[in-house]
């Protein structure tokens, strides 16, 4: 995995992305010296995503499970309007 900063990476991105693509390189693009973003496969991507929406569904298949009684999308909805209502954000 190389580093390359923002800047640089803005008048190369043709090559990065053929690095990306052709030898499946990951880059990671810094500001400052800080990483901020990355550039990498697609199909990384894909991967990510896919264990993401892997989680929250065992995450929600949890929640169901748990005992207790179930509260309606309605309410919950109109409990979070209602609290905005009160405490708006500044």
Same mark, same amino acid.
């Given at each position: 995995?190389? &580093? @390359?900063? %923002?800047? =640089?990476?803005?008048?190369? $991105? ?13 880059? %990671? ?9 990355? @550039? ?7 991967? @990510?995503?896919?264990? =993401?929406?892997?989680?929250? $569904? &065992? ?32």
């Amino acid at each position: 995995m190389s &580093e @390359i900063g %923002v800047t =640089e990476a803005r008048d190369q $991105l043709g090559q990065l992305v053929n690095r990306v693509e052709y030898k499946d390189e990951r880059i %990671v693009l810094t500001r400052n010296g800080r990483a901020v973003a990355a @550039i990498a496969p697609v199909d990384v991507l894909r991967a @990510i995503e896919a264990a =993401e929406d892997a989680a929250d $569904l &065992e995450a929600a298949r949890r929640a169901t499970a748990e005992p207790g009684p179930n509260v309606p999308h309605a309410q919950v909805w109109g409990d979070l309007v209602a609290d905005e209502v009160q405490h708006p954000s500044a």
